[in-house]
């Protein structure tokens, strides 16, 4: 309900004035609409047909920000012009709808849209003309390519996309991005594309009717309703965050994807989600019975917390399965000390930790269930968890760990209590001596298995395992495949958890035992015993399979790097045409590949103390962007260098500054986030003796590492053409 200022223009009632007046109907303009008493919403559907943002007035166009306000009851129809009221109707449900030209399919939004307070809204990108359910740019996860693009205007700073604080609210079809701030007023709850949180957390400040205009903010109707209570049931589907519909990085980056801050029930499934500062997916105080399902979630946390979903709070009964975590920051899931439960099943985890070295999964807290997922390409443990605060329960089967740096399962011991040591994992841990020794490490301190032999030797095609470990623990024997020959050397007693073999108990002393008839001379197996009441222990250190006859042992296998990518293109099969069948021919040897040579330089160089990005730097990076994309299986490490001035904890953040921020460059220049990872070496690894300025110009530097999945060799150079020499 509106009145009439001084100026002749309206402004809306205050809630308590508005609670004051009881029409038993308000009969409105449009045809077949009807507002009933207060208390009972009515259903509207409106069509956005315009891109605009800004002025709420009269016009021929409705714009988003006045179809939200319409459908949450803060703008009556009679204040509409007879074009726009044609663009509104009852219905059984709520809705907001898009009949954007084809030319003007993105909002740049001037402020903060009104949060969505109408119980069971849709607000639906598919309905824009040229939206094609059927169409994927991705094969892993068929997820539509979105039309309508939401985005805040080039000169605003919009921290928020669309938040909804009401029941049942579905937001489907969308691209959100550009949505961040300098975490002034907004510290309390994070920006990003998507908020849901209950009205009294949010503290939304007022929104104007107009440019220019009063403060007075809208009514909100759901708060007259109990929309202070966290909303329920809300769907986030098939939308894309954090990206454009032409697959580019954004202009302005958003904080974070989804935050379920305070809410209940929310889903979030078959959504595209990169690019972000922070994590994709975010929780907070309340997000029970949060289910995450098909996303693909590829390189978030560019440039804050970096892990792709981040759950805290009460988190209880949530769910993370069948989603594909690439190339993020950080960890693949991170649980920072959760209140309750989650199952974390059949996803794919790889290329993960391209910032900060991190386990795929690192879990506090109790009873989470880790299964069926594969946990590939990891700087760290493939699933950590912490010995602090207290975490025990946590059952981690029948997961599929390959080209991993530390442990497939490490669980942390209290002794080794770093920050690096407990997200990355700290290692094997010693065997429990003591009853004390349930209190120092995670999962109550299970031992692993240990084997009788790190040898074990086939007889009449047959292959005997025995070992030991914690009476009546379950025993998942692996077949392990080493990462690579170097891993082999450098890591004789550890190797990534491969497949499951066998299944066995173990019995009331400890022991148990298994036979195989399918393994094979140089094959190497592992084992992790799982106890309900403690959780799943560490792997047991590799035993090798080796036949009587010496001769026929050959080296164990090894795995080959798969393409550093995280999406593909779908591919149309092409029609099948029967042919006859042709007489096969030998297949020719193929020659190894010839070293690519080329001369492209290999470094950059800073300004003293500072961490961006010269023109001449940039010219550099172009030219390795443009290798880059030339040789697609190249992938590099960007190591991060300073002088020797400064304390080593200030270099070392200065130098990771610097790798960073040449990496985003890269990354807005089209090169994956998955084929690049950074290291910090500060003023450990002085390229020179600093004599003179000269000297400490050359230190100041990032230096490119090149790496080709296929094992060419590539010659790069080193330069100095962007020496950058104080005065």
Known sequence: MYKKNKNNSFEPLSAAKRLLISVPVLLLTAPNIAFAQPATALSLSVVVNSNQDGTIQPDDMLTLREAIAIVNGDLPLDKLSAAEKALVSSGNQPRISFQLPPTQTTIRLESVLPPLTTPGLIVDGTSQPGYEANKSATAEIEIPVPVVEITSAADKEV????????????????SLHGFSSQHRDTASLPPGDIIVADFKTLEIPPTPLKKGGDSTPFLRGSLLAGGSQPPKNTIIKNNWLGIT????????TSAFGVSVFNATNTTISRNRIANHEGSAIITGKLAENTQIKENIIVGNGIAGMPDAIRLEGQIDNSQITSNLICANDGSGVYLFKPEGSVQIQSNNIKLNGR???RAGVYLMGNNHQVANNQINNQPGSGVAVTAYPDSKGNIIRDNSFANIEGLSIDLNYRNTASVRDFQRGDGPNPPRNSAN???????????????????FIIID?????????????EIDIYRVVPSSKQQIDLYPAYSALGEVIARVQADEKGRFKATFTDLQPGEIVSAIATLPKYGTSEPAANSIIKSVNSDQNPQPPTQNFESPNCTTRPVTPPPVIPEPTPIPEPTPIPEPPKPIRLSVPRNIHYALDKD??????????????????????????????????ASDAYNQDLAKRRA???RNYLIKKGIPSER????????????????DRVDYARNRRVEVIFFDVRGIDIEFENQEGDLQIEK
């Not at 921290?159 to 079809?173: E, H, K, P, S, Y």
């Not at 519909?245 to 302005?252: A, D, H, T, W």
């Not at 290798?627 to 001035?645: F, N």
């Open 159 to 174: 921290f928020r996309g669309l938040i909804v604080t009401a029941d049942n609210i579905t937001i489907q079809g969308l």
């Open 355 to 357: 910032r900060l070295r």
């Open 245 to 252: 519909p032409l697959e580019k990085f954004p202009q302005k």
């Open 437 to 455: 020794r349930r209190l120092d490490s995670a999962n109550g301190a299970i031992n692993a298995p240990e084997f009788l032999s790190s040898e």
């Open 660 to 662: 960073t921020n040449a």
């Open 612 to 645: 961006f990005i010269s023109p001449k730097s940039g010219e550099i990076l172009d030219k390795i962007a443009q290798i880059m994309q030339q040789y697609p299986t190249i992938v590099i490490e960007l190591q991060g260098h300073t002088d020797s001035r």
């Open 461 to 473: 095609g047959k292959v005997n395992i025995d070992g030991k470990a914690d009476p009546g623990s």
């Open 676 to 691: 690049m990872t950074i290291r910090s070496f500060g003023e450990r690894k002085l390229r020179t003796e600093e004599s």
